[in-house]
Structures are given as C-alpha cells and as structure tokens.
C-alpha cells in the first residue's frame, strides 16, 4: 500500500501542526515519531481521529476497543493516518443521579477534542443513548472547525440471539450513518 499524495493544492487542517520546517512542526511531528510513528506518515496524508467511548465503566461500550482497531485498519488501508482519540463516556448504569445531567458536559469536551487536536476528519464510536447525542452535537458544532467528512459508528451490542438463522453467544451490529461530507460513505 502506497499513499498518493492529492493532486490538487489543498491544505489539511494537521499540516498546521505537522506541515513545514517550523519548530513548532518539528516538535509536533517529533512527538508523534517518539510513540513509534515513522517520518513518512506527515507526508500530507489526512489524519483521521477515531474518537472513542470505549470505557469499563460503560457497558454499551465495552466493545470499542475491538472495534476501533478495525476502524483503523480500515483508515490505514484507505491512505490516511488513524489516529484513536479517547473521549467522555456517560453511562446511567454508573453515573448517579442520572447520566443525563453529564450529556452536555460530554458534548463540550468532545467539541474542545475536536477543535483542539490535529484531525481533518474523524469516526465516532458510540453505543449509548447518552453517548450518542454527545458526539453527534459536537461533530455537528464541529462541521465548520474540521470542514471535512464525519462518520459516526453505532456500534451495538446484542446479547444471545440469532443473526442469519444462526445462534450467537454474543451479536455486534455496526450501522454507520453519513453525517457529512459530499463522498460520504459508511464504515463496514
């Protein structure tokens, strides 16, 4: 697998942080290549963040960290550069009074990720009724900062049943829905 790099001009948002021979480039390229991260990825490819709500605590989630390795692949095999962003998780099952006091709280300091990292697009992994709303308000607040493609994958987790006539200790169903862009397609 080769990247190409866009034959068009075009300017990414993370070439802000890792385009140019700026010491501020150099620090933030030289960062990432410290986690094992080759000097080739900042070749203008777009850095896509994976922002998960994967938690312990949150059991609709749970799955995510799986999940989320495959959603990478699938960003490594496109030409782009994953990157996997962890993020606010509100479970009623742990939260107390209720989940629903913390659903904005979520949603600002998932705009502020999104906002203040170096990402041109990003896949939300979500399987809550209060996660869900959380990261759909902030990647729609977010549509003009990143001005790229947004997906959003509702993963759900299903406990024994049945999937194709077949009887399973444990069923996920990944949905993906478009939320923008003019290419948008789902992750599968």
Request: with cysteine; glycine share 12%; net charge positive.
């Amino acid at each position: 697998m080769t990247f190409k790099p866009a034959t068009w001009p075009r300017k990414l948002r993370s070439q802000e942080w890792y385009g140019g021979t700026s010491r501020d480039a150099i620090y933030h390229r030289g960062w990432m290549k410290n986690q094992g991260y080759p000097h080739d990825l900042f070749d203008g490819r777009p850095v896509i963040g994976i922002l998960n709500t994967w938690s312990d605590l949150t059991p609709c989630n749970g799955h995510l960290r799986e999940l989320a390795e495959k959603v990478k692949a699938g960003i490594w095999e496109a030409g782009g550069f994953p990157v996997e962003v962890p993020v606010f998780s509100a479970s009623e099952n742990t939260f107390r009074p209720t989940a629903m006091m913390f659903r904005n709280l979520a949603a600002m300091a998932i705009e502020e990720q999104m906002r203040g990292q170096p990402i041109d697009g990003a896949v939300l992994l979500v399987g809550c009724d209060k996660t869900t709303p959380s990261l759909l308000m902030a990647a729609a607040i977010n549509r003009s900062a990143l001005d790229h493609r947004h997906r959003r994958a509702d993963a759900e987790r299903l406990f024994p049943g049945r999937k194709g006539g077949v009887w399973h200790p444990s069923v996920e169903i990944l949905r993906s829905r478009e939320g923008g862009g003019d290419d948008a397609g789902g992750v599968s």
